[in-house]
C-alpha cells in the first residue's frame, strides 16, 4: 500500500487507464486522482464516457488541468496537492511540454516523480539521434539527475508492443504480407504493452525497499525482427517476405520528409543503440513477474492480424 497523500495520474490514454486501473487497489480510498482537460471532463464521446465512468467507478478523483496549455506555475500549483506525480501523457503536447511538467513536478515540492520516460533508454541513445523529441527526454533527466528534494524514478519500456504492429510504422506490414527489419533482421527491439507498463509501474512505486531516483528496465519481450517475422508465420500460416530497411536507406528516406515522426522512430530503432536490453536482467524476471509476450500478444490479436491480411 503506497502510503503518503496522494497520487496524480497526468492522462487517462491508453497507458493512464492502465496505470490507474493498477494504482487503485494500491491507494487508500480517495487517495488516487487523474489530471484530464476540461473538454475530456464534458465530452459527449462514448468511448471517453466510459472511461470517466470506470474512473470514478474505481474511486478516482478527477482534476482538470491542460498540460499544454496552462504555464508551469499553474502546473506546479495543482501538483503540490499531491505527494506522487505519474506522467502518462506521451509526446502529443508537442515539443517543450515534458521539459515543463518536469519543471512544474521539480518546482512543486511533491515528494515522487515518475515522468513520461516510457521507451527507450535515452542515455544510451544520446543526443542528436534522428528522433529529435529523445533529447527532451535527455533533458529531463538532467533536471532530475540535478536536484536532491523530489525522488524519481524511469522506467524505461522498451517500444509499445501494439505500436510495433501499427500498419502506419510499416514494420509489420500485412497487407503487403512481409515483414520490414529496421536496419537488420538480426536487430533486437524491447517490447512491453501498455497493461504490463501500468501494472509493472505500480510494482516499482510499491517495492520494498524503496526504489529512488534511479532508471529501472522492464520488458516484455526482446525480440529480433526475424523472431518477429517467425511469430507472424507460426499464427498466420504461410511465410511473409523479411526485408531488412538498412541505416543509410531510412536516414535517406527521413532527409527527404524530415518532419515525419514515423522516419524519425525507424531510424532510431534502426540504429539498434539503446532500444533492446536482456529480459533476463529487468525488473520483472528478477521479480518473478509474468508479462506479456509477443507471442501472447499475436494470439490475443490473431483476428485484427488477420483483417489486416489483404
Known sequence: ?????????????????????????????????????????????????????????????????????????????????????????????????????????????????????????????????????????LDVRDMLRAQRDTEWIIVSTGMFTSFLFEPAFGVVDLAANSVNALGSLDNAVTLTTAEDIGALTAEVLCAQPRIANQVVHVAGDTVTYREVADAVDGLLGGKVTRREWSVPELMRLLESEPDDAMRKYRAVFAKGRGVAWDKARTFNAERGIAVCTVEQWLCLHKDEMRSLRR
Not at 12 to 23: C, D, I, P, T
Request: proline share 4%; aromatic share 6%; glycine share 12%.
Open 1 to 137: 500500500m503506497i502510503q503518503h497523500h496522494g497520487t496524480l495520474v497526468l492522462g487517462a490514454g491508453q497507458l493512464g487507464m492502465a496505470m490507474l486501473r493498477n494504482l487503485a487497489p494500491r491507494v487508500a480510498t480517495g487517495q488516487l486522482s487523474v489530471l484530464l482537460r476540461a473538454s475530456t471532463v464534458a465530452s459527449n464521446d462514448p468511448a471517453k464516457q466510459r472511461d470517466l465512468a470506470e474512473l470514478r467507478a474505481l474511486g478516482i478523483g478527477i482534476v482538470e488541468g491542460d498540460l499544454a496549455q496552462q504555464s508551469c506555475e499553474a502546473l506546479a500549483a495543482t501538483f503540490r496537492h499531491h505527494d506522487t506525480v505519474v506522467s502518462c501523457t506521451g509526446f502529443v503536447g508537442g515539443p517543450g511540454v515534458q521539459r515543463k511538467i518536469a519543471r512544474a513536478a521539480l518546482d512543486s515540492g511533491i515528494k515522487r516523480f515518475v515522468p513520461w520516460q516510457f521507451g527507450v533508454d535515452y542515455d544510451l541513445i544520446g543526443r542528436g539521434s534522428p528522433q529529435d523529441l529523445f533529447d527532451e527526454q
